[in-house]
């Protein structure tokens, strides 16, 4: 399964969201909007007109954990937290 997560280098939420991944050894793509105007309007589209970084995206689906939150994350990630 494949993560991507939107992100910006000055995001703190980004900052956060990764680190969570990274303890969690959960493999994902990083994509960041400031250098990917498409990537950027993907976001926009995805949370109604609004540049929410991180944004997520898995099995078909798309949330953002901005700002974050811990139990957004874990609600979006579901059953990968429970490998």
């Known amino acids: 399964m494949t993560i991507k997560v939107y992100t910006t280098p000055w995001c703190p ?9 990274d303890q969690w ?3 994902y793509e990083e994509i960041n909007i ?3 105007p498409e990537a950027a309007q993907y976001v926009i589209q995805l949370n109604d007109g609004r540049r929410k970084v991180p944004t997520f995206e898995l099995e078909g689906r798309a949330f953002a954990c901005s700002p974050f939150n811990l ?7 579901g059953p990968l937290l429970n490998k």
């Open 13 to 21: 939420d980004c900052r956060m969201a990764k680190r969570f991944l």
């Open 25 to 27: 050894n959960i493999q």
């Open 34 to 36: 400031d250098e990917q």
């Open 71 to 77: 139990e957004t994350l874990r609600e979006g990630l």
